[in-house]
C-alpha cells in the first residue's frame, strides 16, 4: 500500500449490521481518498482500527459524511475523532450526517467531559468542541469545494427515513454510496456513470440461516426484507446507472462460513456483467477503474 495520495477508495468495514464475531468483518465504513483529501463514510465499530491499518494517519481526518444514524454507521463517530484528538489532530474537521448528527456530537461531547476537560488542562489541547463542526444534510447538494462536489439522495430505509445515499465527484472521478436501500429505482439515475457504485448486499440464503440463527428471527427477516437490497438488486441498479465497477458492500451476511465469495458473484452476476468487487474489510478499490489492488479479489 505505497501512494499514500493515489486516488482510492478503502472499504474498512464491510458487514451489514452491528453485531461483531471472532476473527469476522468489522460494520460499516469506507475511506475515499480523492483530489488528496480524506474522507471517512460511516463510522462503524472498527473504523478508527481499519484507518490505522490502512495507513492513514488519524490527524489527516479532514471530512466525515455519515449516510443515517443507525448505529452501525455512526456508533464510532466520536470516539475515531476523539481519538484523532488525542493523537494530536489540531486542524478543523466536519462531520456531514443527517439531522440529529448535532445532537449525537454533542452528547458525546457531555459524556466525555471528564476527559476533555482534563486533557485541555493537562495535555494543553485546544478544545475538540472547537475543532470539529457538524453540518446536517437534507436531499440535494451538500458540498461544493475545492472542485470536490457531494450530492445526496434519499432512499428507501424504513423505519429510518432521514438515510441518504453519497455521490463525490471531483476531478472527472465519481464514487457513489448506496447506504442501506431496498431496491430503489432512483438510484440508477443518481449513479449515472459513476467510477464507482458502493452498493449494499444480502444474500437470500444466508438471510434464511441468519434469521434461524438469532432469537428474533421473524422480526429481523421482515426488517430485512423491508429495507435491503438483493445481490441481484444491487446489480440491476449498477447495470441501469452504467457504472464502471460495482463493489458490493454492507454484506449479509458477511460472516457465514458457508457462504463464500463464489454465491455473491453467483448471485449478482444474474444483473451484473461489469467490473466487480465484493467487499472485504481492508480491501483498496482504485479509482483509475483499470485494475484492482494486490489482494483484491475480481470478477
Ligand atoms: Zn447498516
Ligand atoms: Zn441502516
Keep these: 500500500m505505497s501512494a499514500e495520495n493515489v486516488d482510492r477508495l478503502v472499504l474498512l468495514g464491510s458487514k451489514g ?150 455521490r463525490f465527484e471531483q476531478g472527472g472521478k465519481s464514487v457513489v454510496f448506496s447506504a442501506d436501500t431496498a431496491l430503489f429505482p432512483p438510484l440508477a439515475e443518481f449513479a449515472r456513470s459513476a467510477n464507482i457504485l458502493v452498493h449494499e448486499a444480502m444474500l437470500a440464503d444466508g438471510v434464511e440461516r441468519l434469521v434461524a440463527r438469532t432469537g428474533n428471527g ?11 437490497s438483493f445481490a441481484d438488486e444491487a446489480g440491476r441498479i449498477a447495470s441501469n446507472a452504467g457504472v464502471k465497477r460495482l463493489v458490493l458492500n454492507h454484506l449479509i451476511p458477511a460472516d457465514d462460513p458457508v457462504i463464500g465469495e463464489a454465491d455473491w458473484i453467483d448471485a449478482v452476476r444474474k444483473t451484473w456483467a461489469g467490473d466487480l468487487t465484493i467487499a472485504r474489510d481492508g480491501l483498496v478499490v482504485p479509482l483509475s477503474g483499470e485494475h484492482a489492488a494486490s489482494g483484491e479479489e475480481t470478477a
Excluded: N
Design 17 to 166: 449490521g452491528p453485531a461483531v464475531r471472532p476473527g469476522g468483518p468489522w460494520p460499516s465504513s469506507s475511506l475515499l481518498a480523492i483530489g488528496g483529501r480524506t474522507i471517512v463514510v460511516d463510522c462503524g465499530l472498527g473504523v478508527t482500527r481499519g484507518m490505522v491499518d490502512a495507513g492513514i494517519s488519524l490527524k489527516a481526518l479532514d471530512r466525515i459524511f455519515v449516510t443515517h444514524l443507525h448505529s452501525d454507521h455512526v456508533l464510532e463517530l466520536g470516539p475515531l475523532i476523539h481519538t484523532a484528538w488525542t493523537a494530536g489532530l489540531a486542524a478543523p474537521v466536519t462531520v456531514y450526517g443527517p439531522p440529529g448528527t448535532g445532537h449525537y456530537w454533542q452528547r458525546f461531547c457531555q459524556a466525555m467531559e471528564f476527559d476533555i476537560e482534563i486533557r485541555i488542562v493537562d495535555e494543553g489541547r485546544p478544545d475538540i468542541r472547537d475543532l470539529v463542526s457538524v453540518e446536517e444534510f437534507g436531499e440535494g447538494l451538500v458540498l461544493e469545494d475545492g472542485g470536490l462536489t457531494v450530492t445526496t439522495l434519499r432512499v428507501d430505509h424504513p423505519p429510518v427515513t432521514d438515510c441518504f445515499a453519497l
Design 218 to 228: 421473524a422480526r429481523l427477516r421482515e426488517h430485512l426484507l423491508a429495507s435491503h
